[in-house]
């Protein structure tokens, strides 16, 4: 059964500071999502990585994949209030496109 | 607006009887998804619908059955309802197909509270 940590559970963070969530997997993926929550909310997407080595970056975040280390970073650069929200990585197991793990969510909150 | 959209968004009813949520894309999508929410923030794919056609059916009582009219929509029906079931219900819809990101959308939730 594919198995989907991210840490940490929970962040808290200065405006102004960088920070990395972590994703690990425990299965060959070949599509790694992000996704973002916010209280009360739905999910937005933020982020799909298709490859190895694929980098992303909107804004103040980029989220990379490295599929042989069966791991994918968020990081958080120079973080601004707008930001706190729950962030989840979801994991595919290769062959089965659709079928979504979740990560157990990171809850950031960045203070001023 | 092009969006995936799901009603009720709140629902609080007894222990018991039986509700159906309901979830509609305009998305132009193949795929349809329910999820379960629980109150730690978990969450779990319960069922996919591609093309009306159930492609994920997780280990999920079945008292939930899914039902899939067309590739636009795709409605939940609970039968007797447990206070475990209370949780948020999210929807979600993508294109399917190994050739393609299959990024997933998701709807607002519906917010069910058994009592």
């Known amino acids: 059964e594919l198995k989907v940590e991210q840490n940490p559970l929970f962040l808290s963070m200065q405006e102004g500071k960088n920070y990395t969530i972590y994703c690990n997997y425990s299965?060959?993926?070949?599509?790694l999502y992000w996704y973002r929550q916010d209280p009360g909310k739905s999910l937005e997407s933020l982020f799909v990585?298709?490859?190895?080595?694929a980098v992303k970056q909107e804004g103040r975040l980029m989220a990379s994949l490295d599929t042989k280390a069966r791991l994918s970073t968020l990081h958080i650069t120079a973080a601004v209030h707008d930001l706190s929200a729950t962030y989840f990585c979801?994991?595919?197991?290769?062959?089965?496109?659709?079928?979504?793990?979740f990560g157990t969510g990171t809850r950031l909150q960045v203070t001023l | 607006d092009t969006a995936v959209s799901q009603t009720p968004k709140y629902l609080v009813t007894q222990m018991g009887n039986d509700k159906s949520i309901k979830c509609e894309q305009n998305?132009?999508?193949?795929?349809m998804y329910w999820y379960k929410q629980d109150s730690k923030k978990f969450l779990k794919i319960m069922f996919s619908?591609?093309?009306?056609?159930?492609?994920i059916n997780e280990t999920v009582p079945n008292r939930f059955s899914p039902k899939s009219p067309d590739k636009a929509h795709l409605n939940l029906h609970i039968n007797s309802l447990e206070l475990g079931d209370s949780a948020v219900y999210f929807c979600?819809?993508?294109?399917f197909g190994a050739g393609g990101d299959n990024e997933q959308f998701f709807g607002p939730g519906t917010r069910l509270t058994v009592l």
């Open positions: 990585l298709l490859s190895n080595g």
């Open positions: 998305l132009g999508h193949d795929t």
């Open positions: 979801a994991v595919a197991p290769t062959g089965t496109a659709s079928k979504l793990t």
């Open positions: 299965t060959t993926s070949d599509r």
């Open positions: 619908y591609n093309n009306k056609e159930l492609i």
């Open positions: 979600a819809s993508s294109h």
